[in-house]
């Protein structure tokens, strides 16, 4: 079975400031991993994704993310936030085989002026 | 433009009613998902489908049904029997990569519909 992790609920920077949003994942196989954003009252964007080849995945937006099999992390990264950038992010999770994603519950992250 | 479609954007609906949302994507994904979104809860997985005609159910299929008659088409009906329907229902889907099965096969990232927001009144 899989699993999602995503510590903290909210997490608030101050414009300009690093972006950190972290996501731990248990997975008995080998996984993919996705980071997803939602705008209010819109579906969710694929920001990036991790499908086995380099560890540092680089997405839109100057999002990044490091998949760390040690620590079974992928947290997401960007240097300098950016207003447009409050939004709710979403971790997932699926195995190589199969269909399905099991998603995180969500960081809801604020930027503050 | 490739996409995913949901309408309606917003629906109200008396309770004891049954009501249909729709999702229809013209990217030829072979797999297409119904979620759920609850404030605070993330994505829950009602129903997916891998091929025409077969769906498997989610975590949380009671008081939901779906069809997949044709690829592009995966409507999603939320029934009487569903205790707490108000929420925010997301469609998405996904491609397989080729050479693979599709029960088990590998498939690409899930690409997301607009969303219908669903209210019982």
């Known amino acids: 079975a899989q699993s999602v992790t995503q510590l903290g609920s909210h997490v608030s920077v101050s414009e300009g400031a690093l972006v950190l949003l972290r996501c731990n994942y248990s997975s008995s196989v080998p996984p993919y991993l996705f980071w997803y954003v939602q705008y209010p009252n819109q579906g969710l964007q694929l920001l990036l994704k991790y499908t086995s080849a380099a560890t540092l995945v680089k997405g839109i937006n100057g999002f990044e993310a490091e998949f760390k099999k040690s620590e079974t992390s992928f947290h997401l990264t960007k240097p300098s936030a950016h207003m447009s950038d409050a939004a709710e992010y979403f971790c997932?999770?699926?195995?190589?085989?199969?269909?399905?994603?099991?998603f995180g519950e969500g960081t809801q992250l604020t930027v503050n002026p | 433009d490739g996409g995913i479609t949901q309408s309606p954007k917003y629906l109200f609906r008396k309770e004891g009613q049954n009501v249909t949302l729709s999702c229809e994507q013209n990217?030829?994904?072979?797999?297409m998902y119904w979620y759920r979104q609850d404030p605070g809860q993330g994505l829950r997985l009602i129903y997916y489908?891998?091929?025409?005609?077969?769906?498997q159910k989610g975590d949380i299929a009671e008081g939901y049904s779906v069809s997949r008659e044709k690829k592009e088409s995966f409507p999603l009906t939320v029934t009487s029997a569903q205790k707490n329907p108000t929420a925010f229902y997301l469609c998405?889907?996904?491609?397989?990569?080729?050479?693979?099965?599709?029960?088990?096969?590998?498939?690409?990232?899930?690409?997301f519909g607009p969303g219908t927001r669903l209210t019982v009144l």
């Open positions: 998405a889907s996904s491609m397989r990569k080729r050479g693979t099965g599709y029960r088990e096969g590998s498939y690409n990232e899930q690409f």
């Open positions: 489908s891998q091929i025409v005609n077969d769906f």
């Open positions: 990217l030829n994904h072979d797999a």
């Open positions: 997932a999770v699926s195995k190589t085989s199969g269909s399905r994603l099991t």
